[in-house]
């Protein structure tokens, strides 16, 4: 398959469009032709330059715009992610708008934890995941041993939470 093939023209329009949507001129990390707009700019600079975004003062980006990332990355987590640079990339630039992660969360109509009701089948796969890394490991996983842990954390609340669920579903299929 052949790419498709970006023009300095396409570059243009695309990095006004994200200034306009952003608030702010772009990022090169928030850009998908970053590495086009390099080699047909010269640099960086001279794309956003040539942009008419060079002498733009950088502003932080529109709360709208941050909203609709959160909201976007939490699908492809499916969980909000937790308050930090590593999960959410414009972690600091909600705390130019909000006290802290969870009043941004609930600003986005997101939840730090799962109410008790959701997930009922991602909390039970949860279980007997770790359920069978326990009998193969012969011991009850730490938290750092289980790659889904952040799982764990939004849809039990903790990870004693979690272990309380597990011994409950062990009494259950012992008892069949």
Not at 126 to 145: A, K, V, W
Request: include cysteine.
């Amino acid at each position: 398959m052949v790419d498709s093939v970006v023009t300095k023209e396409q570059i243009i329009a695309e990095l006004q469009q994200l200034a306009q949507e952003q608030g702010r001129v772009p990022r090169r990390s928030m850009y998908n032709h970053f590495e086009k707009a390099r080699q047909l700019f010269g640099s960086w600079p001279d794309a956003l330059k040539a942009a008419g975004l060079e002498n733009e003062p950088k502003r932080s980006f529109k709360e709208e715009y941050l909203i609709a990332e959160v909201k976007r990355i939490s699908v492809e987590l499916g969980r909000p992610p937790v308050s930090g640079p590593r999960e959410f990339p414009l972690y600091m630039s909600v705390m130019e708008y909000y006290d802290s992660w969870d009043a941004f969360l609930e600003r986005a109509g997101l939840t730090k934890f799962a109410s008790e009701a959701d997930g009922a089948e991602i909390k039970e796969k949860l279980i007997l995941d770790i359920l069978e890394m326990e009998r193969i490991i012969r011991r009850f996983p730490i938290m750092s041993e289980f790659k889904d842990y952040r799982l764990v954390r939004y849809y039990f609340g903790s990870w004693k939470n979690f272990k309380v669920a597990c011994e409950a579903k062990k009494q259950e299929i012992s008892s069949k």
